[in-house]
């Protein structure tokens, strides 16, 4: 605090709890200030799926997302420029929000359930925010790996997670995570589906993983065509079932000793966490005050809080509640191994 605020603007811990819980279908109540910051009017308890929906349906024709499709190959002389802006491939708010909701019916009807975990394992991609996204319409969260992370140690999150869906980008990890995912049985063994944003895999194609059999691994427009086999009040009846409360999201540990920990941060502690960074940034350097677009650069892991946050939640939460909307333009696998991170900032 900076010492302006008063007593009412804290939550005011009254009985004895519990206070949290470590359960994947348990609700961790929002704690509500009177006033504030934390209050029901500054940042009233919402899903992170609700303020998207919101970003769309008043700003839906504003550009979400941007990437460079195909990515300029790097070159033994160095990366080349960026695209013309307008020569990247996008998604508007209203494409964010039905892709996320057609992604979620695909993972329904390869199995996915409510208070399921999604994982990701892949670079930043508009198809790893649609998934993150789909988890929660879906009625479950996502649990995203690290692109670093080795074979064994995706292998740990899958199955100390209970993923039963495994969203990844390319083919080398998904021949690496297998053999890892062998390793780790008896304790993997809700594995339902790989689906694929990075390569093409052939139609019906499956792989086996011991403990859950003969697994389908699927594309993602193979994936976004499923999405006809599960109708809308299926979904519908997910997302509702969803509270602020319950976890959106497993934050995985990067630095501590020992095998990862997994981290449960619910939709209100996004939401909030979300708001009070977009305050602060609105008051001390005017992000967002204007009904302008606002550019971000998408290249911190997205299955760290940081990414997750100003990557992920930032831009709708943003769009949905100021006169602002915010664009996500992504960064090109090798930017920062080569040094051309910078050269997007001469993206015109």
């Known amino acids: 605090s900076d010492g302006t605020g008063t007593p009412e603007d804290y939550f005011a811990y009254e009985g004895s709890g519990p206070w ?16 504030g910051p934390a209050s029901e009017k500054e940042c009233a308890p919402r899903t992170i799926q609700e303020l998207l929906k919101k970003a769309a349906e008043e700003k839906g024709d504003k550009l979400a997302m941007k990437i460079e499709r ?30 996320s909701r057609k992604a979620a019916k695909g993972f329904v009807k390869l199995g996915f359930e409510a208070h399921d975990t999604l994982a990701i394992w892949g670079y930043n991609a508009p198809e790893w925010m649609l998934s993150a996204l789909a ?32 969203v990844l980008e390319d083919k080398a990890k998904l021949d690496k995570l297998l053999p890892a995912l062998d390793a780790r049985s008896p304790a993997v063994t809700r594995v339902k589906a790989f689906v694929a944003y990075g390569f093409e895999p052939e139609l019906g194609q499956k792989v086996e993983v011991k403990g859950c059999g003969s697994v ?20 519908e009846a997910r997302s509702r079932a969803v509270s602020p409360g319950h976890c959106a999201v497993l934050v995985y540990t990067s630095g501590t000793t020992g095998e990862p920990k997994a981290v449960m941060l619910s939709h209100d502690c996004m939401v909030y966490e979300t708001v009070a960074v977009a305050n602060m940034a609105r008051e001390h350097m005017g992000l967002c005050a204007k009904a302008e677009q606002e550019r971000i650069l998408s290249y911190l892991p997205l299955s760290h809080v940081a990414g997750k946050m100003v990557d992920v939640v930032f831009p ?16 090109r696998p090798y930017d920062l191994k080569a040094g051309t991170l910078k050269d997007l900032s001469l993206i015109h």
Do not use: Q
Not at 20 to 35: H, S
Not at 71 to 96: F, H, K, M, N, V
Not at 216 to 235: F, H, I, Q, R, V
Not at 322 to 330: D, Q, R
């Open 20 to 35: 949290y819980t470590c359960e994947a279908k348990g609700v961790a109540a929002p704690r509500v200030a009177k006033t």
């Open 216 to 235: 389908p691994l699927l594309g993602w427009k193979a994936l976004m065509d499923l999405s006809t086999e599960t109708d809308d009040a299926t979904l």
């Open 316 to 331: 709708f939460v943003a769009t949905a509640s100021t006169p602002a909307w915010v664009t996500v333009y992504f960064a």
């Open 70 to 99: 195909p990515c300029p190959a790097l070159a033994p002389g160095g990366a080349p420029p960026a695209l013309l802006d307008s020569e990247w491939t996008t998604w508007t708010y209203r494409e964010y929000y039905e892709d």
């Open 135 to 166: 988890a929660g319409f879906g009625g479950g969260k996502v649990g995203g790996l690290y692109p670093t992370d080795t074979p064994e140690n995706a292998a740990f999150k899958i199955a100390h997670s209970g993923a039963s869906i495994v």
